[in-house]
């Protein structure tokens, strides 16, 4: 048995048994190194191996988690009543008539209501795609005002500071979001 073998913890009724793959095994490997060390070239020059993937922005992900807490209290699956007929999903309470834009925005595709309430990581995409525009567009106490009631609510003096229906105005919203944010 080589010296690899017994580092590896390999016996030697196992290096026979695989003798005739060995060859195969190598090649794989090699490959599998050869995808890794692209992959790792690729990740320290901020590229994500998935394809669409943005680079981790800690930013974000505390805003991420603020609108999760306020919106959901982090729970991926709820869905609630929004008053008029609406309805609002997951974890950051996207309104089910926003779902497919947003999705088909951020994703390249429509996802569906069980789709999207089942899968934390297309919730979370949506997210960050739709509250990242808001962000760069109107900043983040303005990102959180459009969060609760839309773009026309999401600067100060628009006219477009009445509650919803828990009695949360935009700038109460905001304010509390930057309060989560910061903590």
């Known amino acids: 048995m080589g010296e690899w073998a017994a580092h590896a913890g390999l016996s030697p009724r196992v290096i ?5 793959t060995g060859a195969e095994t190598i090649s794989m490997i090699r490959k599998a190194m050869a995808a890794l060390t692209l992959t790792g070239a690729l990740a320290v020059a901020g590229v994500s191996s998935q ?14 988690a603020a609108i ?3 919106e959901s209290t982090n729970r991926y699956h709820v869905t609630a ?13 996207i309104l089910e008539s926003n779902l497919a834009s ?16 089942r899968s934390p ?8 795609h739709r509250f ?36 949360s105005t935009p700038s109460s919203y905001a304010s509390k979001f930057i309060r989560e944010a910061n903590t």
């Open 68 to 70: 999760r807490k306020i």
């Open 132 to 167: 990242g525009h808001y962000v760069k567009k109107y900043g983040a106490h303005g990102a959180a005002r459009a969060w609760l009631g839309g773009e026309g609510a999401a600067r100060k003096g628009s006219g477009k500071d009445s509650a919803d229906r828990f009695g």
């Open 16 to 20: 026979r048994k695989n003798q005739k």
């Open 102 to 117: 947003w999705s088909h925005a951020a994703l390249g595709r429509k996802v569906g209501r069980d789709e999207f309430l």
């Open 81 to 93: 009543d929004a008053g008029g007929g609406r309805t609002a999903l997951g974890a950051y309470q």
């Open 51 to 64: 394809a669409g993937a943005a680079p981790f922005d800690p930013v974000m992900a505390r805003y991420a």
């Open 121 to 128: 990581h297309l919730q979370d995409k949506v997210f960050h």
